[in-house]
Each structure stands twice: as C-alpha cells, then as structure tokens.
C-alpha cells in the first residue's frame, strides 16, 4: 500500500504538539545539540536506482559536519544509501532495527534494491556488523517459514514479537547495550509497521500482534549509551493514518532518538 512519500511532510505537521523536554527521562535535547531540519531530499520519482544515489549524495555532504542524522522516510529503502553514506564515514555499524518484518529478501519482484531487501543488502556490503545486530518485532506472515532463519544465519539476534508481548523491554535493551558496547558506532532504523496497527495503523503494511506505544519508547530509550551515528523513522503512511496519530506518535518517537543521542544532557 502506497503513501509513505508523505510521511515526512505529515509527520512535520504533527510535530507541532511536541515540547522540548522529555518529562520521564529529563533529557534537553534542544539544550543539548543544534537540531536543524535539512528539508527533504529531492529524489526522482520516476527512477529508483537514481534515487538511491541521489539520497546518497545528500548524506555524504551532510557528513562530511558533524552531524547525526536523524531520517523520516519515506519507505524503508531509504535506509540504504543512509548507510552506504555512513558505514563510509564510521565503519561498520551495530544495528538496532525494530519491524514486523526482516527486510532481508534477496529480492522482490525481480529487484535487489527495495525496502524488503536493504538488510541483506546492507549486510553483504558491509554495512553492517551482523553480530551486533538485533532485529526488534518480527512476526506475522512470511513468503516461507524460514524467512528469518537468514538473518540468525549471519549472527543477527532476532527478537520475534512474541518474545515481547506482555512484558517491559527494558531488560533486553541492557542485553543490547552489553551486545553492542558503547564504542561501536550504531544505527537505529525504526519501521513504525513493528508496532501494533492498534497504535500506528497508517502504514503500507500493517501486521497484527506488534510492539505497544511503550515498548517503543523502551527500545528508543533504551538506545541511550551506545554510539548512535543516525537513526531513522521509516513508513508512515499518512493516506492510512485517517486520525494522524501514525504521524503523531512517529512525532514522538523521533523526538525520543534526539533524547538517545550521546550527549543529551538530562535535567
Ligand atoms: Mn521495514
Ligand atoms: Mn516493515
């Protein structure tokens, strides 16, 4: 289901009812970093591939400053020439990826780039250190039943939804921290479909049995003490999102990655 291209402009919009300070952590993000918005990059709709290298282009002059890039997608595809753009810049990264699907498809559709494959991709490239990897979500149905065994093949911890149904995951984000260590640059690269349709419907593929509001908040807050180079938002789809919620709640989550930076002072 198509619409995440407008993610980004809805998820501004709803951006408006956040405040500056996040009460349970105290963190100041605005206090603690210059927070600017880059505007969205000009990517040609009628190519792909072109697109890929145009988002990669983008990244690499922005990092060649200082800064952490935090993304709104768009589908996840993005997530991609983000990498490429900054495994160029840090070297191999630790991954926390929270999604109701692996992402790790060899193709689809004949194509080796889209947003179900970036993971593989990312992988075999390098990208990515698999062994510091955890995949956050997973569930519902797949092309086979051995979707997810590629990932474990490659040392990737995968985290199935049913392992996080009914419980806090702040005791598997002390296990990620102790994975991942506090040194090794890492990525967050959310998909908001990981999370329940019942609090973020509006996406191109939803799958019941997700993650809650708060465990969402947990595994971003939960980030806070590894070496976070970027995160991402990805996939929300406002033309399914017919209260904005979906944007509301990606609104705050992405305000929560700026709590989780290294860096951000709390109060
Ligand atoms: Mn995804
Ligand atoms: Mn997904």
Redesign the pocket.
């Known amino acids: 289901r198509t619409g995440a291209r407008y993610g980004p402009r809805q998820i501004r919009t709803e951006s408006v009812l956040v405040r500056p300070y996040g009460m349970a952590t105290r963190a100041a993000p605005f206090d603690s970093f210059q927070v600017a918005d880059l505007g969205d990059v000009a990517v040609n709709p009628y190519d792909l591939s072109s697109s890929i290298g145009i988002i990669e282009d983008f990244f690499d002059h922005a990092l060649a400053h200082e800064v952490k890039p935090v993304s709104i997608g768009g589908d ?1 595809t993005i997530t991609l020439p983000i990498l490429r753009a900054l495994a160029r810049k840090h070297g191999p990264l630790a991954m926390v990826h929270v ?3 692996a992402d790790i498809n060899d193709e689809m559709f004949g194509e080796r780039i889209a947003h179900g494959t970036i993971f593989r991709r990312a992988i075999e490239e390098g990208l990515i250190d698999p062994t510091k990897m955890v995949q956050i979500g997973l569930r519902a149905t797949g092309y086979s039943a051995e979707d997810f065994d590629w990932s474990r093949q490659q040392g990737v911890r995968v985290v199935e939804a049913e392992e996080c149904w009914h419980r806090s995951l702040a005791p598997l984000m002390d296990e990620v921290r102790d994975l991942i260590g506090p040194d090794t640059p890492a990525y967050l690269s959310f ?1 908001i ?1 990981g999370l329940d349709p019942s609090v973020a419907p509006g996406t191109g ?1 939803p799958e019941p049995g997700g993650l809650t509001a708060s465990q969402g908040l947990e595994v971003i807050r939960g980030c806070f003490g590894l070496d976070l180079v970027g995160c991402d938002l990805v ?1 929300v789809s406002p033309p399914y999102d017919t209260t904005g919620n979906t944007a509301l709640l990606a609104a705050n989550l992405i305000f929560e990655m700026l709590c989780s930076l290294p860096g951000c002072v709390r109060r």
Do not use: L, R, S, V
Request: net charge negative.
């Open positions: 996840h999604d109701a699907h998909d479909d593929t996939e």
